[in-house]
Nanobody, 129 residues
């Protein structure tokens, strides 16, 4: 069964850190671009970061640049999102997603038309004092 499972969310104070994990089962992540998205209540889903298959290319939304770091460990079939200096406006449900590509360079965050093949169930991140 193909599955993406996020973990690592929780409640953290402003300025704190969390590391989200996205573990894949049923398929091999190293053939896929991985993206992290988030959706806050009443807001549209936002692309946060993505990482290419193998050339190390990454993308960050301006709102998280310099605070979040995406990485992948293909041996563990897992992608991580290290989130530092968290702000209340980072509060959202965070989702990881994957799309297959033969292109080893770059990554895309577009979801229209549908690009990402697989989505996780999401993990809640709440930043509050």
């Amino acid at each position: 069964q193909v599955q993406l499972v996020e973990s690592g969310g929780g409640l953290v104070q402003p300025g704190g850190s969390l590391r989200l994990s996205c573990a894949a089962s049923g398929f091999t992540l190293n053939n896929y671009v991985i993206g992290w998205f988030r959706q806050a209540p009443g807001k549209e889903r936002e692309g946060v970061s993505c990482i290419s298959r193998s050339d190390g290319s990454v993308y960050y939304a301006d709102s998280v640049k310099g605070r979040f770091t995406i990485s992948r460990d293909n041996a563990k079939n897992t992608v991580y999102l290290q989130m530092n200096s968290l702000k209340p406006e980072d509060t959202a449900v965070y989702y990881c997603a994957a799309y297959f590509t033969t292109n080893q360079h770059g990554c895309l965050m577009t979801t229209t038309p549908p690009l990402y093949d697989y989505w996780g169930q999401g993990t809640q991140v709440t930043v509050s004092s």
